[in-house]
């Protein structure tokens, strides 16, 4: 099970830090990920990690402004949400694959997933 937690509504500019808990088993050696989903828009990538910590995947409108790392003795990821723009308001989820063990790009890689937490961007 995982639980993102940490959003919530933020001026333009302004920072946030997702966190995603896994509980029930450990993800330690597995990727893990966060993604999106705007009102009336499909599900997009954001960020993801390999098991290790020492493999990072960005999508392009968020590189540069967003960190994602993970404490594995925690078994918890996070998502460092810097520069916000209302562009970024969305529903963020957080996922986790079963076996893989690279950060990935692709949703279907992803075996787990969080509830979302949502973040608010205004101008």
């Known amino acids: 099970q995982l639980q993102a937690s940490g959003g919530g509504l933020v001026q333009a500019g302004g920072s946030l830090r997702l966190s995603c808990l896994a509980s029930g088993r450990t993800f330690s050696s597995a990727a893990m990920g966060w993604f999106r989903q705007a009102p009336g828009k499909e599900r997009e990538f954001v960020a993801a990690?390999?098991?290790?910590?020492?493999?990072?995947l960005y999508a392009d409108s968020v590189k540069g402004r967003f960190t994602i790392s993970r404490d594995n003795a925690k078994n918890t990821v996070y998502l460092q949400m810097n520069g916000l723009k209302p562009e970024d308001t969305a529903v963020y989820y957080c996922?986790?694959?079963?076996?893989?063990?690279?950060?990935?790009?692709?949703?279907?890689?992803?075996?787990?997933w969080g509830q979302g937490t949502l973040v608010t961007v205004s101008s």
């Open positions: 990690i390999n098991w290790s910590n020492e493999a990072t």
């Open positions: 996922a986790a694959a079963a076996v893989l063990k690279r950060a990935t790009m692709y949703s279907y890689d992803y075996y787990y």
